[in-house]
């Protein structure tokens, strides 16, 4: 691992949208650093995948909603290879229920692990790219925090926070050359939408379809290696999805 490569660390990148990023960046160049919280075997194939691609990647197990596993790991990664030119803050997860039956551990679950990791991880990253003067901060939000959406009061609050929190941080990085943007996508066939019912969420998409992680792919490639003169801004990639 050379120190002139380009290094991109994508959270969650063991599967669904996250994997779909890992891969396409790797691809452009960049050495992946996948982070995944417990499917070793979704990790090891993702990293297998990327070096047949020719690609160069790393898994990291750490859960992204602990700080001093968050800490641990980033040291490690700043320590092996001095820089981190792109970080996505994808990983995620959902607890659905109405509000009024929704628990605590439910609540502190989806925040912890959708929003307030995005502090654990961004704070050591964003110092490095500081340093570097350079770099692209991508956060995974949703049109959930958008438009809201009844059952996801947790999940919607988590993602609408990750919109502030880019919004400010991009104002904050904007004069040392770092950029902060948000995707907001809408509903993207992975595990994550499973057990959703797939023909009623199509009734609401006016291009007609469900997104696939190839979708997401397309816009955080823009950000990391195009949109040099965009930060501050959350890109809705969704079909036109509105609620
Ligand atoms: P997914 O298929 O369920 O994959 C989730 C990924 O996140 C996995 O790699 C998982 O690792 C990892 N992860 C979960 N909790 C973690 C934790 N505590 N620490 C570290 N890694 C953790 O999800 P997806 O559909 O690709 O979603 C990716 C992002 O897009 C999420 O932020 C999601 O909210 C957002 N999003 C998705 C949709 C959609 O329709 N799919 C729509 C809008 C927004 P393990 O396999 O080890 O658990």
Request: hydrophobic share 45%; charged share 20%.
């Amino acid at each position: 691992m050379t120190e002139d490569k380009k290094v991109a660390l994508v959270t969650g990148g063991s599967r669904g949208i996250g994997k779909a990023v890992a891969v396409e960046l790797a691809k452009s160049g960049y050495i992946t650093l996948i982070n995944y919280a417990s499917n070793d075997a979704a990790a090891n194939a993702a990293v297998e995948e990327i070096k047949q691609a020719g690609g160069s990647a790393k898994a990291y197990k750490f859960n992204i909603a602990d700080p001093e596993a968050v800490k641990e790991m980033t040291d490690s990664i700043i320590k092996e290879f001095k820089r981190v030119d792109v970080l996505v803050n994808n990983a995620g997860i959902t607890r659905d229920g109405l509000f009024i039956k929704m628990s605590g551990e439910n609540w502190e679950d989806v925040i912890n692990t959708n929003l307030n990791s995005a502090f654990y991880v961004t704070k050591p990253i964003s110092r490095i790219m500081m340093k570097q003067r350079s770099g692209s901060i991508i956060n995974i939000s949703s049109v959930c925090g958008v438009y809201g959406n009844p059952g996801q009061v947790n999940y919607s609050a988590a993602k609408a926070g990750l919109i502030g929190f880019t919004k400010s941080l991009a104002k904050e990085l904007a004069p040392r050359g770092v950029t902060v943007n948000a995707i907001a996508p809408g509903f993207i066939v992975t595990d994550m939408t499973n057990g959703l019912d797939k023909e009623k969420m199509q009734a609401n998409i006016p291009i007609g379809r469900l997104g696939q992680p190839e979708d997401i792919v397309n816009a955080v490639i823009f950000f990391a290696n195009s949109a040099k003169y965009v930060t501050a801004q959350v890109l809705e990639v969704s079909g036109g999805l509105a609620f």
